[in-house]
């Protein structure tokens, strides 16, 4: 017999019903059953919390991709509308240059007829009064040839005058 026990002693099966009796004992005092089932739960937990998770972050891209949707349309939108005001803006600044332009042309215009009629004013002060000089220089040479023609202007303003009543 202590063949026997020497043989089951040295063999492998001995050894694994040793440590198959520790690991039993083991697993009743360290109540491995309660903890293994308590991590199944956290896992089982971890997964559910996951799947809402999931869920949630789906709903968010959903409406993520909702808002940007119209993105396209409300940037166009958005740019007609710039369009619009900047043109309304250029065409308003456009209008006051052309009435400024016009003003200002208007003003030329009239400080041109001012100048055109004070030169042709000169003009006719000059040419009356080149007139009369000649006039009067022609008028002395006549009356210096003929001193009776003197006589005769002197009676013909005086008959003007007479004429002419108060």
Same mark, same amino acid.
């Given at each position: ?16 019903? /040793? ?69 309304? /803006? ?37 040419? +009356?009064?080149? +007139? ?35």
């Amino acid at each position: 017999m202590a063949d026997f026990w020497n043989l089951i002693v040295q063999s492998n099966t001995f050894n694994f019903l /040793v440590m198959l009796v520790i690991f039993v004992m083991l697993w009743q005092k360290l109540d491995l059953t309660s903890k293994v089932e308590a991590m199944k739960s956290d896992i089982v937990e971890f997964i559910e919390n996951s799947k809402r998770e999931k869920e949630l972050a789906s709903l968010h891209l959903q409406e993520a991709e909702k808002s940007v949707a119209n993105l396209d349309a409300e940037i166009r939108e958005k740019l007609d509308t710039s369009k619009a005001l900047a043109q309304n /803006v250029f065409d308003e600044i456009q209008g006051m240059a052309q009435k400024s332009v016009e003003k200002i042309e208007a003003n030329v215009d009239k400080i041109i007829d001012n100048e055109t009629r004070k030169i042709n004013s000169k003009l006719a002060n000059t040419t +009356a009064d080149n +007139a009369i000089s000649l006039a009067t220089g022609r008028l002395q040479e006549m009356f210096a040839q003929n001193p009776e023609l003197h006589n005769k202007y002197i009676n013909d303003s005086i008959e003007t005058l007479d004429r002419i009543k108060l």
